[in-house]
Structure formats: structure tokens, C-alpha cells
């Protein structure tokens, strides 16, 4: 009994067992054929056709534009607030020369220093626009040809009076001193600028 149960059970394996051998043979000779050959398809060939660049300028002129009917007005003088300030300088030399002018032609006959040109002193435009007042010594040396050397302040209480006393003083001219027919420099010469708001 135990053997025709065994039999009976093997058939139906075995039946089962080459039954998907079988399909397995015919999956495996289904995917061996060759694939099939598709429509070919050529790619035309691009070509790019040849051209010279070329840079072009620009160079017309530009319009030239039209001419204003009227001219623009004219503009009116500024007028300024201290244009009524006159400004004065009073040149008061400290030496006084006791020779009499004839002799500035040479050096014919000896004699004092004499002043010749005395170029006043130009007002400050600071000190003038502020109402300042004051006077400013300088000294310096009078050479052999009658001009200055070495101009220095002496007495300035007003700094601002300085400068412009300076370069009155570079400009004056003396009929030089005279010893012995010889003309000789004479240092330490002083003279005072005085500087006065008009009244």
C-alpha cells in the first residue's frame, strides 16, 4: 500500500517536472534568435557656409544743433559788500636824509643814504574786510646799488601787516651811501608802515 502511494505521487512529479523543462526549452530558443534589423537612418552632414566679418564704424557727424533764437541774458555784476572800504597806507621812514637831491645823478661827493622810491605797502584784504588797523616795522640792509637786502619785521603787533610789508619794502630804491667817493651798504635800516582805514 505504502509503495502504490509512492508511485502514485512520483507520476504526477515527474510529469510536472518535465513539463517545465519543456517550456524552459522553448523561452530560451524563443530569445536566442537574432533581433530584427531596423530601417537605417543617415544623418546629413551639417556645414556652416564661409563668411568674412566685416566691422563697420560709425563716423557720421552729429547734427549740429540750431542756434538760440535770443542770446542768453547777461548776467548782473556782483556787487560786493565792502567795495565802499578804501584802504590807505601811510609810509612814515623812521631816517630822515639831510642831503640835497642833486647829488643822485654819481657818486661824485660823499653823503648819506637817501630814499628815492618808497612803493606803499598794499592793504590786506582780511584786515580790511575785518576793520583791522596797525603798522608793521621792518629792517633792512640798503646796498651798494641803492636797493634792499635782508628784509625782516621788527615790530609787527599785527601779524597780518607782515607779509605785504616785506614785499613793499624788497621794492624800494635809496641813492646809496657815499664815503670816500665809494658807495658802502648800510644795514639795519627801519621803516614803519602804517596801516589806516579811510575816514
Excluded: W
Aim: proline share 10%; glycine share 6%; net charge negative.
Amino acid at each position: 500500500m505504502t509503495l502504490a502511494r509512492l508511485i502514485s505521487s512520483l507520476i504526477p512529479a515527474v510529469a510536472i517536472t518535465a513539463g517545465l523543462l519543456l517550456l524552459m526549452h522553448f523561452l530560451i530558443n524563443a530569445n536566442i534568435k537574432a533581433p530584427e534589423e531596423g530601417e537605417a537612418f543617415k544623418i546629413p552632414e551639417i556645414t556652416m557656409p564661409e563668411r568674412e566679418i566685416e566691422t563697420e564704424y560709425d563716423t557720421k557727424k552729429p547734427a549740429k544743433p540750431d542756434e538760440p533764437e535770443q542770446p542768453p541774458p547777461e548776467l548782473p555784476e556782483p556787487e560786493f559788500q565792502d567795495a565802499d572800504i578804501e584802504a590807505t597806507v601811510s609810509i612814515q621812514p623812521t631816517v630822515k636824509a639831510n642831503l640835497d637831491v642833486g647829488g643822485i645823478g654819481g657818486f661824485a661827493s660823499d653823503g648819506d643814504y637817501l630814499p628815492i622810491v618808497k612803493v606803499a605797502a598794499k592793504y590786506p584784504q582780511r584786515a580790511a574786510a575785518r576793520g583791522i588797523e596797525g603798522y608793521c616795522i621792518v629792517m633792512y640792509t640798503v646796498t651798494k646799488t641803492g636797493e634792499t637786502r635782508d628784509v625782516v619785521v621788527d615790530d609787527c603787533p599785527e601779524s597780518i601787516f607782515a607779509r605785504e610789508s616785506i614785499k613793499a619794502a624788497e621794492r624800494f630804491k635809496y641813492k646809496p651811501k657815499v664815503i670816500n667817493g665809494e658807495p658802502v651798504e648800510v644795514p639795519n635800516v627801519r621803516n614803519r608802515f602804517t596801516f589806516e582805514m579811510a575816514k
